[in-house]
């Protein structure tokens, strides 16, 4: 055989690449196909893996509440618990002044942040220009990182005296507890009202103005509408905000464990709350005691309002979202 004819046979046994007929050949897109697959399964692992601990995370957090807060329930009768005088040196632990107090700053807090952070937030994402938008929002995030501590001292030395300088007997009162929780709760109702309104499609805006509305019919009566479930997000978590925080609303509350009377002036005087008394007296009981345990079962109350809360919010969001779908069937 002639050496032409040779390199003629060999170059047919070779690929393009120089292997040979038969020689094992990758495939890269084969290779590449399996490599995905195998990232995605380790991502969604992850994130089974994650939701999982989340759930695991909070059962133990309401087991070890019951484990330490059962005994009060089998020691303290439920009449006495539902009293209006706390006073533990003489085992007297009626947790309806909390209750009231926690309600009364709460409430107070939201009348004040809902309405001013709904303008805000329409503001910012339906009025304001661009480089005005550029630097509100970030300033307003920001405003989120202050540490609660900071605002309470803020609190009790400059808006506890200038409360009392407008004729109250103390300035140490739910209405300077409310100011400071509605002011710590913007950030959060401003942000997510915000996002809300943004992700409205723009269809919506479109299709109003199309057929003669005015650009504030189009903002409160279809885009404040279509971001209904965002907006009631985040009222509830300004809520779970404002009834969760601690030093602050001791600082500025008086820390006053009675019921004020009912009527306008009732914002004015000192109240207690029950993450106020938990933060307060937890250090100074003995552990496994009976006032120990009233602690532990003020928190599973507090517990059981937050899930509550989150409850409602979820049915309000999900009703809206199943009304939506039904309409567009």
Do not use: C
Not at 28 to 49: H, K, N, T, W
Not at 205 to 219: E, M
Request: glycine residues 12%; charged residues 15%.
């Amino acid at each position: 055989m002639s050496r032409e004819m040779r390199l003629e046979r060999q170059g047919e046994q070779l690929d393009p690449q120089g292997h040979q007929e038969g020689d094992p050949v990758g495939d890269p897109v084969g290779d590449s196909a399996g490599g995905q697959i195998r990232l995605e399964l380790l991502v969604e692992g992850l994130i089974r893996l994650a939701g999982i601990s989340v759930i695991v995370i909070i059962a133990l957090i309401f087991f070890f509440l019951l484990k330490e807060g059962l005994p009060a329930f089998r020691q303290v009768s439920l009449a006495q618990f539902l009293g209006t005088r706390w006073y533990p040196i003489e085992d007297q632990y009626g947790i309806l002044s909390l209750l009231v107090g926690s309600l009364m700053v709460t409430v107070g807090a939201i009348i004040i942040a809902v309405p001013l952070g709904l303008v805000t937030a329409v503001y910012l994402g339906e009025i304001a220009p661009n480089w005005q938008r550029e630097i509100l929002k970030p300033f307003i995030e920001v405003l989120a990182g202050i540490p609660s501590i900071v605002l309470g001292f803020f609190g009790w030395i400059v808006l506890a005296p200038a409360i009392t300088r407008l004729g109250a007997p103390t300035g140490l009162t739910a209405f300077t507890g409310s100011l400071i929780l509605a002011y710590m709760s913007l950030p959060t109702i401003i942000s997510v009202t915000e996002d809300a309104l943004y992700a409205v499609p723009r269809e919506y805006r479109d299709g109003s103005l199309a057929i003669g509305a005015t650009r504030w019919q189009t903002i409160w009566r279809v885009t404040v509408p279509a971001a209904r479930s965002g907006i009631v997000i985040a009222v509830m978590l300004g809520i779970g905000r404002a009834i969760g925080e601690t030093m602050a609303v001791m600082l500025v509350t008086g820390n006053a464990a009675n019921i004020p009377e009912l009527g306008p002036a009732a914002f004015f005087e000192p109240v207690r709350t029950m993450t106020a008394t938990i933060a307060a007296e937890m250090g100074e009981v003995a552990s496994g005691s009976l006032h120990y345990s009233v602690l532990f079962a003020i928190g599973i109350i507090l517990f059981i309002i937050t899930f509550l809360i989150n409850t409602i919010a979820s049915r309000l969001v999900g009703g809206n979202g199943t009304r939506r779908r039904g309409g567009q069937l």
